[in-house]
């Protein structure tokens, strides 16, 4: 049986990293959203429908943040 791949929006990812992480939108540049933590940290979400895993969890790592967490938060 294959594995069952969770499917995130941007907008989503967007939402709960500025709802329940601290986070705020700093800049756009094209197809990419770059977010501010208030203690310096810095992550980029690329605006697509889709999130592929790998991806999100480059955003969850550039964020420093567990992915538990995040999917927590995101109340699955």
Avoid: Y
Wanted: proline content about 3%; hydrophobic content about 45%.
């Amino acid at each position: 049986m294959s594995k069952r791949h969770l499917i995130f929006s941007c907008a989503g990812i967007i939402s709960v990293l500025a709802k329940h992480f601290d986070f705020s939108v700093v800049s756009q540049k094209g197809s990419h959203v770059k977010l501010k933590h208030v203690d310096g940290r810095v992550t980029i979400v690329p605006l697509h429908k889709e999130l592929a895993p790998g991806t999100l969890a480059s955003v969850l790592r550039l964020a420093r943040i567990d992915r538990s967490d995040f999917l927590d938060a995101f109340d699955l």
